[in-house]
């Protein structure tokens, strides 16, 4: 009978230890702040897929962080290898283009604006901050859907955020409403214990490398035929179109009319022999195969060796990018 007892009182120990150890989703949460805390610096690779309707991008991205507000991310098209970086440091926000020479710098408090799919901290913030997340533990690892807060894009609504049992992060999807993925970030590696030369977050030191690692020459774009963005708000048509001989290129300057009037200006690059620092108003953004600038009412960005410039008092932002979005490389007929 004490056997009998003895043994029972050994199975409900078991028991009860073994439900008391279970990994819950508040522990994973916890781990996963307390890892992110401890971590004095980081560096991760991954590769990026961006979805524009029938297009996808993909860039190779490399992420650097280290205490004291620094980050460089860096942004490869896989495509044409042309690489923007983003860097914060104690100068300012910019986005530097090395191919052209250009920095553009922002007054900006990026990358705490908005959610950021490439960023530790701003990954593991939409996790914790979110009440209403669903949490799965999967067969191998484990994974959190959450809400995003993209102010410039409000058709990104949730993300799926995957991590190994190790509590690695693997892949990031973020929806549209639609549950559509727009985005996918898979890392490839992330390494907690990096070291970064003393002048690794100055803007000087990572353009004069970039220039030397970018050896191709970056092509010239041509305006001989315009380029006409193929989706435009109901009641908009195009009512005047100027081209204009610039000394270094052209310029083809488009006049949209009707219920949500907008300009359209288009002009070939200038690459610049000395590097030039550009005061730019707005939020850093990333537009299908480029980074760029959004402000309440414009957007900027340059592609295939032309820039563009979007503004309008009536256009929202978010048909700013979908008419931004929608200009083809392709010259289109009117």
Not at 248 to 270: A, C, H, S, W, Y
């Amino acid at each position: 009978m004490k056997k009998v007892i003895l043994g029972l009182f050994v199975f409900l120990s078991l028991l009860f230890f073994t439900g008391c150890t279970k990994y819950t989703e508040k522990d994973i949460v916890k781990d996963l702040e307390k890892n992110l805390n401890k971590a004095k610096a980081y560096k991760l690779e991954g590769v990026l897929e961006i979805l524009n309707n029938d297009d996808v991008y993909n860039y190779d991205v490399e992420v650097s962080f280290k205490r004291d507000d620094l980050y460089k991310v860096s942004l490869r098209n896989k495509a044409n290898n042309h690489e923007q970086i983003i860097l914060k440091n104690k100068e300012g926000v910019f986005i530097l283009t090395p191919s052209l020479n250009k920095s553009f710098k922002f007054q900006s408090d990026w990358p705490y604006s908005n959610s950021q799919i490439y960023l530790l901290q701003s990954v593991i913030d939409d996790i914790t901050n979110d009440k209403t997340r669903e949490f799965k533990e999967l067969k191998d690892g484990y994974q959190f859907t959450t809400v995003v807060n993209y102010p410039n894009n409000r058709k990104l609504v949730k993300q799926v955020v995957l991590f190994d049992k190790k509590l690695n992060l693997k892949e990031i999807k973020v929806l549209n409403e639609e549950g559509v993925p727009q985005m996918r970030m898979k890392f490839k590696n992330i390494d907690y214990s990096p070291t970064f030369k003393k002048d690794y977050f100055k803007l000087e030191e990572i353009m004069e490398s970039a220039n030397i690692m970018d050896s191709e020459d970056i092509p010239v774009g041509n305006l001989d035929d315009s380029i006409y963005p193929l989706v435009l708000p109901n009641g908009t048509k195009l009512t005047n179109e100027e081209k204009i001989k610039m000394e270094n290129g052209q310029r083809v300057i488009m006049t949209f009319d009707g219920e949500k009037p907008f300009l359209l200006v288009q002009e070939t690059v200038n690459i610049e022999d000395e590097l030039v620092v550009i005061p730019t108003y707005g939020e850093p953004y990333m537009l299908i195969d480029t980074l760029g600038a959004i402000t309440n009412n414009s957007i900027t960005w340059s592609s295939n060796g032309i820039e563009y410039y979007i503004v309008s008092d009536v256009l929202s932002q978010n048909e700013l990018i979908e008419v931004a979005s929608s200009l083809n490389v392709i010259p289109t007929m009117k």
